[in-house]
């Protein structure tokens, strides 16, 4: 079965520290992605990477093809940043469909 | 360009009305994904199209669900008849290199 865990389910931080949410899933994958879904609803594709590292501002993903695992870091986190986080795999060689992870909540506190 | 639209953006139905959920994907983007997310389940995926032809559909809950993308420019998911458990978030994203953009999203409330 294709799954997809993300930890901590949810998280408060205070305004300022460094936030790591981590991902991991179960087989081979072509993509993996990092989503922002701000209580509005929206949704907005953060990452999509497939190996290494890669840095948006205050946001940094990477990935460990070999742990079959992914880490989403914000430094200096700020309220603003407060949404759930998902994660999403590709499955398979084409784009396919998405698998998502349930997302962490995270909360900044100023 | 203007994103994905959905349309509409909140939708309360009775049980047994038919239900269309439109979508106009990015200009240029050849996947068309249809989601649903529910405070149960999360984001699931219910059918993508490649180049306006349905390509997976496995996702769709059953023979009430069916969608269409007759152009490129346009698709609908129709829930008929609806029912109170389709009541959730339905999302469309557009992609053309794997990384997806996402509508607003309808909220459909089926009472």
């Known amino acids: 079965k294709n799954e997809v865990e993300q930890s901590p389910q949810n998280l408060t931080a205070q305004e300022g520290e460094f936030i790591t949410i981590n991902c991991s899933y179960s087989?081979?994958?072509?993509?993996l992605h990092w989503l922002q879904q701000h209580p509005g609803g929206g949704i907005v594709s953060l990452f999509m990477l497939s190996s290494g590292k890669k840095k948006h501002g205050r946001l940094i993903a990477t990935i460990n093809i070999q742990e079959k695992h992914s880490s989403l870091h914000i430094t200096a986190s700020h309220p603003r940043d407060s949404a759930v986080y998902i994660c999403?795999?590709?499955?398979?060689?084409?784009?396919?469909?998405?698998?998502f992870g349930k997302g962490t909540k995270l909360s900044v506190k100023p | 360009d203007a994103g994905v639209i959905q349309s509409p953006r909140h939708e309360v139905t009775e049980m047994g009305q038919e239900v269309t959920l439109r979508c106009k994907p990015i200009s240029g983007h050849d996947y068309l994904f249809w989601y649903r997310q529910t405070m149960m389940r999360g984001l699931e995926l219910l059918i993508y199209?490649?180049?306006?032809?349905?390509?997976?559909d496995s996702g769709m809950p059953e023979d009430r669900f069916s969608a269409k993308m007759p152009n490129a420019s346009f698709s609908t998911l129709k829930i008929q008849p609806s029912e109170p458990r389709d009541s959730a978030v339905y999302f469309c994203?557009?992609?053309?290199?794997?990384?997806?953009?996402f509508g607003q999203g309808t909220r459909l409330t089926v009472v």
């Open positions: 999403a795999v590709n499955y398979g060689g084409s784009q396919g469909n998405l698998i």
């Open positions: 087989v081979g994958i072509s993509a």
């Open positions: 994203a557009s992609s053309l290199e794997a990384e997806a953009f």
């Open positions: 199209f490649n180049n306006n032809v349905p390509i997976d």
